[in-house]
């Protein structure tokens, strides 16, 4: 009745021309009982019911004694943090730590495709440095120079075996650094820091040591230790000194890299590759193989490569070491290389270590060719200077050598040296070994009065 009343007054007010329109416009009221027999009316009853229900049902829990704030905590946090544990159970169960560590895959695909048998890997992978040597490695001969003989000892080291308990007892120098140090492509004792070790060993050098401890005692040799893994860059060394620092105690350390750090593999860097977490409250993040996983399959995505073929990325990240892909980024810049080092140089001046840093040849600079290593030679001689450390450059003996220097690098490389060319490495390095002996010698005479 309402709404024909307006309608009427409507007509009076707009005269005739409206009233056809308006007339179609009118609604029959049902009755009550039409209306709730049909199925709008049944939806109608149904939803009052229902939300008589629900009224009903809050009014009887809002009678009820609330939970404290701290209970209400503990309610809401337990249940996810069970689904956050479930989840991390989960991702242990079916993702591996190699699946984490896309460096560590990258190298294992890298050396394969350089001739090693699959199956037969020289590392295990590792979280502070994506990858380090396993233990006790001795490929069979037939192998060849390359993939053969004896890799590392009971302590990951590319050394005759050495005792940690003596460590605070004797000289030692520890050879810190890549694939030249590890001396890739010659047998285990014509890699320079164990042919080092073999003329110190003949010369007789013996002399009075004082141990860390104050004590004097004397020292048939001195112990080197060949700590070069293959693949490292600078930040990888940076990110294991201190473990070894601290288990060795070396007098002198000996660091070589730059020769893997402008190697392209992909769209980042190594420390991107790593990501850590640097504040303490939240470290602990770093051992949720969850995140790591998440984070390996976000860089995984990021990946900058020209093919999305993997059988093929080996090939194009070996050809980058000789002629870089400027798509790919290095895996550490020039910038960080040079902070890596300095920070290595006070990693070791913070356990009385000595240092000498190492500037290592390319065979294409020695035959006037372009190559990349150039700048990174150019920082660590600048580090040196800077930090005032010790630096054996080792591009004059080879470029004065001549046509000797140049094939003295193996065949297909411009990096490795053969034993000759190691030999020629270990004699650059005595003579800082033995004046750091001598001095310490001077040190220990009053101490022995």
């Known amino acids: 009745m309402v709404r024909l009343n307006r309608v009427s007054k409507f007509r009076t007010q707009n005269g005739h021309t409206r009233i056809d329109l308006i007339s179609t416009e009118r609604v029959s009221i049902l009755s009550t009982s039409r209306f709730l027999d049909s199925f709008p009316g049944r939806f109608f009853l149904a939803t009052f019911r229902l939300t008589k229900l629900c009224m009903d049902a809050s009014t009887t829990i809002a009678r009820r004694p609330r939970l404290s704030f701290g209970k209400r905590c503990v309610f809401a946090v337990v249940p996810v943090f069970v689904l956050l544990m479930l989840v991390e159970f989960a991702v242990r169960c079916f993702v591996s730590e190699s699946t984490v560590a896309k460096r560590f895959e990258q190298i294992e695909q890298i050396i394969v495709f350089l001739g090693n048998e699959p199956g037969q890997s020289l590392f295990d992978p590792d979280p502070a440095c994506f990858w380090r040597l396993k233990p006790n490695v001795v490929a069979p001969a037939e192998r060849g120079n390359w993939w053969g003989g004896v890799m590392s000892n009971s302590q990951r080291m590319r050394s005759r075996e050495v005792s940690v308990s003596e460590a605070h007892d004797h000289l030692r120098v520890l050879c810190m650094g890549d694939s030249t140090t590890f001396a890739f492509g010659v047998d285990f004792a014509d890699a320079w820091p164990n042919q080092l070790q073999a003329m110190l060993d003949d010369v007789g050098h013996v002399s009075n040591v004082p141990v860390r401890s104050g004590h004097v005692e004397n020292v048939p040799h001195v112990e080197v230790l060949n700590a070069g893994i293959p693949g490292h860059t600078s930040y990888q060394g940076r990110q294991r000194l201190a473990a070894d620092l601290e288990k060795w105690h070396p007098h002198l350390t000996v660091i070589t890299f730059g020769n893997n750090d402008g190697w392209r593999w992909d769209g980042l860097a190594d420390k991107e590759h790593a990501l850590p977490t640097v ?6 993040l770093n051992h949720s193989r969850t995140l790591s996983w998440l984070r390996s399959s976000r860089m995984q995505s990021a990946r900058n490569q020209e093919t999305q073929d993997e059988s093929r990325w080996a090939e194009q990240a070996t050809w980058n070491y000789f002629d870089p892909n400027t798509n790919w980024t290095p895996r550490v810049s020039l910038d960080d290389f040079a902070d890596n080092l300095h920070a290595m140089i006070d990693q070791c001046r ?5 240092v000498v840093l190492i500037v290592w040849p390319d065979q294409r600079q020695l035959l006037h060719q372009p190559t990349w290593r150039l700048p990174y030679q150019a920082a660590t001689r600048q580090v040196a200077e800077e930090a005032g ?10 470029e004065s050598s001549g046509r000797w220097g140049v094939d003295r690098f193996l065949p297909r490389d411009v990096i490795h040296v053969d ?3 190691n030999r020629l490495v270990a004699n650059a390095i005595a ?11 001077r040190l220990a005479a009053p101490l022995a009065d």
Request: overall charge positive; glycine content about 2%.
């Open 279 to 284: 504040h303490r409250a939240t470290a602990w």
């Open 419 to 421: 034993r000759a060319g």
């Open 350 to 354: 913070q356990h009385d270590s000595e």
């Open 431 to 441: 003579p800082h070994v033995c004046r750091l002996s001598r001095s310490i010698s």
């Open 389 to 398: 450390v010790a630096c054996v450059d080792l591009v004059p003996p080879f």
